[in-house]
Structure formats: structure tokens, C-alpha cells
DNA sequence: GCTAACGTTGAACATAAGTTCAGCGTCAAG
DNA sequence: CTTGACGCTGAACTTATGTTCAACGTTAGC
């Protein structure tokens, strides 16, 4: 078939596949003597799984190290390795994403618990220094720490090594 | 103080602070007559608030939406509203996060569930189709379909808008 | 033979949140 | 007076994941 019908089957659009083809993401290609681009169907069947790879957190990259030419030969250990080790990343940023939410919903009680004979400024004054009472203990700590405090100090997403930053310097 | 010793005591990069400024995202900052930016304590603790903001899920964007001029100030419903809505994005995430998660774990026992008189290509015809059948059910339902199933299909991450995307066109 | 739909390419653009760099100015100590 | 640390600017670069565009080639139907 040729790209349209690979996109329309895919879900996916031809910009799409083809900036995969160039990344060395879909090597399943080939060429027709006018120059276009012919795939069989097992190419559905490796964008469905890059797809589906990445709404289970894997970039590109990844998925990438471990799509192997022949559908039918994988490389266990290091697809299972891959694998627990994304349900790893999961659960910590399961864990993460829990203490956001309880901080954001302690902050929102906080807010609204104005004691009735206090103003605005100084009720902000007293929420502010609860919000930043936390993070303010991280920095006094982490100015003369050692060992990082493992980085929770960034936006919350999946990313390959959030957990254990290696800066090689 | 100068720009090196509010970035020692923020724990940010002077380029991150210069930054936040081009963005007008910290506006609390002087300029001596030689041109060198000067603070006070206070920018300390905006930028606490936009780390810890950062590190709850706002944008760079949201924050400076939401952070007032004068701290003592707040327009108490955006910011109420913000961070209500913000917990339900990450509630929709911690979801999506926990289906992610159980069907990685479902993939790693199916992987290693293989029959011992099955060979390694039949047995992985039979990952990749259990793998593939939630993703080709969309596929084929989509394909006629008018309400957009909601956009799973994307990595997992927490971005402002990731649930409801209005396409404007 | 014309037109519409499809295909090709390379390059540029988009986003978010910064970092890095070159080239220059300022300031305090020795 | 020189040196080193600090500061300034604007521009370019980074990462990941694509999209968009212009300019051109191919093909099928009429």
C-alpha cells in the first residue's frame, strides 16, 4: 500500500510516518520505481505499536532501542527490563502526582479558612508561608547537602529517567 | 541584592532568573546605574512560589497568570478556580497513569506467560495481538465515529489542557 | 491534454523552559 | 594597573515530537 492508505489505516498522518521513517523509527519501507513509498501491512501493525508505546510512556527513543526488524524476534530481557522499569517510573510519578494533589488541596482549604477577623494581606502572608514552608526546608537543607534530594523540584511528566538524573560533569 | 545572590538564595540560575523577567514573569527587579539588576527579599519568594507552582503542574504560562504584583494581593477566585481545575488534571492523569500501568503489567506477564510448546514468533503473534486489540478497537470505532474518544493517544504527561483539546478550526 | 488527488523533498516552524556563548562593561583587591 | 569575579546584552542552541510549506513529480479519470 502506499502512504495514504498506511495513514488512513493507521490513524496516523503521512508527515507523521514519514518523520518516523526519518528518525529510523520505520524501516518497513520501500520504493516504488516513481519514488513512492510501499509498505506491507505489517507496517499498520508497527505504528499501532509505536502508537500504543507511547501512551504508555515511552519517547520515541525508546521505543526505538527495543522495535526490533522482525516482529516476530524480540529481545525479552530487554523489553521486560524496559518494561518494568516504565511501571517503575509510573508508580513514582504516582507517587509524585499524590503529593501534588494533596498539597494543592491543603492549599486550597487554606485559602478559604480566612479566619474571619484577619485581612487579605495578612491572610496571604500567612498562606504564603505555609505553600512555601516545604520548599524553603528543601533549600536551607540543600545548601550545604551532599547527596541532591533526588530532583522533585521539576514539572510533573513521564520522562524516560525522571527519577535518577546523572548530570555527567 | 544583586542577581548572583538571589540566585544563590532562590537555589535558580541567574540565566533562569534573567528569563523569568524576559517573560515577564518576574517583574519585581531595579536597575542600579550601572545597569546591574537589584532585588529585594521579596523576590526570594516569588520565586519560591514559581518552583513550587512549577513543581505542582503550572506552566510558566498559568503561573504568570495567577502571581499578582503585589503578593499581599490575589484575585482569590482565579486562583481557587486554577488550582481546583488543576487537581482535576491530575486526577485525569493519575487515571490514565494506572491504566498505563496495569496494562504494562498485563503485557509483562503475557510476555512470560508464552506455552512451553509454543515457539517465540507464534507466541509473539499472540503478545502483539492482545496488545494491539484495545488500540485497533479505537481504530475501527473512531473511524465512523463523531465524539473524539477523548485523546488517550497521547504520552503521558501533565500539560494545561491534556484532556479537553478544542481544535479550533 | 487537463485537472485533481496523491506523492516526493528539504527546510523552516512550533512548543516549553530554559542554557550557552561571544563580546563587552563594572568593580574591588592587591 | 592588572586580574578575577561578577554583571550586561542579544542571539543562537537545546530536546522531543511532530507540522507546515513551497516547489515539484506522478497518476487516474474525463
Known amino acids: ?25 520505520l524501516k518497513a519501507v520501500d520504493r516504488r520505481l516513481n519514488g513512492y513509498r510501499t509498505y506491507s501491512s505489517q507496517a499498520v501493525t508497527i505504528l499501532g505499536l509505536i502508537t500504543t508505546a507511547q501512551r504508555a510512556g515511552f519517547t520515541l527513543d525508546e521505543i526505538r532501542a527495543l522495535l526490533p526488524s522482525d516482529l516476530t524476534h524480540w529481545d525479552h530481557a530487554a523489553l521486560t527490563g524496559a518494561l518494568t522499569r516504565k511501571v517503575a517510573d509510573i508508580e ?57 534530594p533526588d530532583r ?13 538524573k546523572v548530570v555527567s560533569r
Open 92 to 148: 513514582a510519578l504516582q507517587v509524585r502526582l499524590g503529593q501534588s494533589k494533596a498539597q494543592l488541596l491543603r492549599l486550597i482549604e487554606d485559602i478559604q479558612a480566612r479566619p474571619e477577623d484577619m485581612d487579605c494581606a495578612a491572610n496571604a502572608r500567612r498562606v504564603l508561608t505555609n505553600v512555601l514552608a516545604k520548599h524553603t526546608e528543601d533549600l536551607t537543607v540543600t545548601s550545604d547537602d551532599v547527596r541532591l
Open 152 to 164: 522533585t523540584d521539576r514539572p510533573l511528566s513521564l520522562k524516560p529517567g525522571a527519577g535518577r
Open 1 to 25: 500500500m502506499r502512504i495514504g492508505e498506511l495513514a488512513q489505516k493507521s490513524g496516523l498522518t503521512t508527515s507523521r510516518i514519514r518523520f518516523y521513517e526519518r528518525i529510523g523509527l
